[in-house]
């Protein structure tokens, strides 16, 4: 058997409900999402590819922007001693 105090609460807010017309619903969007939002939303999720670039004194594939560590050499200088 129930309880009389649940009994009691539930009867409480079933008169609330149908009194105040509290119904719960689910959160509906005011407006459309136009293609244009929907895109910029999701511009972050797109297949991250790296620039890899051929070196063209040693032919090695590297990142740009980064020390060839085959030739240690960067923009023409050169930034480390290779280990052989």
Do not use: C
Not at 10 to 30: G, R, S, Y
Not at 33 to 55: P, Q
């Amino acid at each position: 058997m129930r309880n009389f105090s649940y009994n009691f609460i539930d009867l409480i807010f079933n008169i609330a409900n149908k009194w105040l017309h509290i119904k719960t619903k689910m959160a509906v969007p005011k407006r459309k999402t136009s293609k244009s939002k929907k895109g910029m939303r999701r511009s972050h999720r797109s297949a991250l590819f790296k620039n890899i670039v051929e070196d063209k004194k040693s032919g090695e594939f590297r990142l740009s922007h980064h020390v060839d560590t085959k030739t240690g050499m960067y923009n023409g200088k050169q930034i480390f001693k290779p280990k052989i």
